[in-house]
């Protein structure tokens, strides 16, 4: 069993930035993929980024060149540096491994971006 819990979440003013933290939890395990979506209301679940560790990321057209994740492979931990926010940011962001054992989700976080 692997937990994901994310923390980071709130609001803030466009412009702003906020660091999201996802910590696996339970089964010790090495994941191959972790990173961050997300899912504004009304709308599909989207990529934000994922990272295999070291150079290998992968960024959504929407946050290139404004977030930047990174990983502790010794801690099973993935964050999400998110600069120069915008209102459009506003979504709940969901932490994801992936493993042999599996895929799997955290629970969310709410990020909220003031205009």
């Known amino acids: 069993q692997v937990q994901l819990v994310e923390s980071g979440g709130g609001l803030v003013q466009a412009g702003g930035s906020l660091r999201l933290s996802c910590e696996a939890s339970?089964?010790?395990?090495?994941?191959?993929?972790m990173g961050w979506y997300r899912q504004a209301p009304g709308k599909q679940r989207e990529l934000a980024a994922t990272?295999?560790?070291?150079?290998?990321?992968n960024y959504g057209d929407s946050v290139k060149g404004r977030f930047t994740i990174s990983r502790d492979g010794t801690k099973n931990t993935v964050y999400l540096q998110m600069n120069s926010l915008k209102p459009e940011d506003t979504a709940v962001y969901y932490c994801?491994?992936?493993?042999?054992?599996?895929?799997?989700w955290g629970q969310g976080t709410q990020v909220t971006v003031s205009s």
């Open positions: 994801r491994a992936l493993g042999v054992i599996g895929a799997f």
């Open positions: 990272t295999t560790g070291g150079a290998g990321t």
């Open positions: 339970g089964t010790i395990t090495s994941f191959t993929v």
